[in-house]
């Protein structure tokens, strides 16, 4: 072949590749999404005192990252490390406020970058504890890999994420882990996938309390089937529904939520999967119909999170619609 040939090739291959990368790009990112605004910058926790001794860590910037810490007899067990250094600096801060005593635990409720780039600030003693997906998913992804994935919730830019070490969970658990704090237990759930692979759920028993990271937004909101099926995710809240009745949810992102939110997804949920089946049926154009939906208002949604809800929803719609067999 000669040069002008290949060179003429290069340019074939070069578009080609452009255009799949912007069909791509197109796929996952249509123009009514809105990614999640998880920008730390600024952002402070307030610490609540839900129960004696469990605390939760409220974000004042609408759904950036909550956390929380339950203090036991001997020592402090923290969820989720949040999203950079400095904010994790902040969670050991807002400890030690509280008391002295050490921080034995640390839970990453899943495996995306604003729950576990805090990690690498916990001291050298503390013990992370995730689910063993959710360490699979940081080992099988570099690091520059999952700030380029997360970068999308902060403008596109990885600058807030230099400093960043990456520190991995040593402790793993599969369905159900439980930890003795002395003066009360705790309990670690998976119960199927939901918004992503691993989604972990936190439980004080003693206190109704659960954290549910992001299987479960905040009051006001529905779910988003980010990376899995929407018929896997029913079945998980099914299962969640089953096993705990938390009077108290402590979200990763949004405000405290009643119990009863749990409810709420399954209808969604379940209504969801209907509507794509019947979507089906009629042979829609799927891309152009999700456009002019909206939310159904017997799910009330928090005014501050209405643009992204209805982007979720979209979002979900679109996708049970293409999970139909
Ligand atoms: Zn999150």
Redesign the pocket.
């Known amino acids: 072949m000669n040069n002008k040939i290949i060179f003429n090739l290069k340019i074939f291959i070069f578009t080609i590749a452009i255009l799949i990368c912007n069909n791509l790009y197109a796929n996952s990112r249509p123009d009514w999404f809105i990614p999640?605004p998880?920008d730390p910058t600024g952002l402070e926790l307030e610490t609540v005192e839900i129960d004696e001794g469990v605390f939760a860590l409220l974000s004042n910037k609408p759904f950036t990252?909550n956390s929380g810490f339950v203090v036991g007899e001997d020592f402090v067990l923290v969820i989720d490390a949040h999203f950079n250094g400095e904010m994790g600096n902040q969670i050991i801060s807002a400890v030690k406020k509280v008391t002295d005593l050490p921080i034995k635990y640390l839970v990453n409720?899943?495996a995306?970058g604003?729950?576990v780039f805090g990690n690498y600030v916990f001291p050298k003693s503390t013990t992370i504890i995730a689910h063993e997906k959710t360490i699979d998913f940081l080992k099988r992804n570099s690091l520059q890999t999952r700030k380029e994935l997360i970068s999308v919730t902060v403008g596109g830019s990885i600058e807030l994420f230099e400093e960043i070490v990456d520190r991995f969970p040593t402790v793993s658990f599969q369905k159900k882990m439980t930890l003795d704090l002395g003066n009360k237990t705790i309990e670690l759930h998976y119960f199927g996938p939901g918004m992503s692979p691993s989604d972990t759920i936190l439980y004080v028993p003693v206190s109704e309390v659960a954290w549910t990271?992001?299987l479960v937004f905040g009051r006001g909101s529905i779910p988003w089937a980010r990376s899995e099926t929407l018929s896997d995710y029913l079945e998980t809240m099914k299962n969640f529904d089953l096993k705990i009745n938390p009077k108290t949810i402590i979200p990763?992102?949004g405000k405290i939520s009643k119990g009863d939110i749990i409810d709420k997804y399954i209808s969604y949920l379940d209504y969801v999967l209907k509507l794509s089946n019947s979507l089906k049926k009629e042979e829609v154009r799927i891309e152009e119909h999700v456009k002019k939906i909206n939310i159904p208002s017997k799910y009330s949604i928090e005014e501050e999170n209405k643009g992204l809800m209805e982007g979720f929803h979209k979002w979900n719609v679109l996708n049970a619609y293409k999970q139909i067999e």
């Open positions: 999640p998880l990252d409720l899943n995306f604003d729950h990271g992001n990763g992102h």
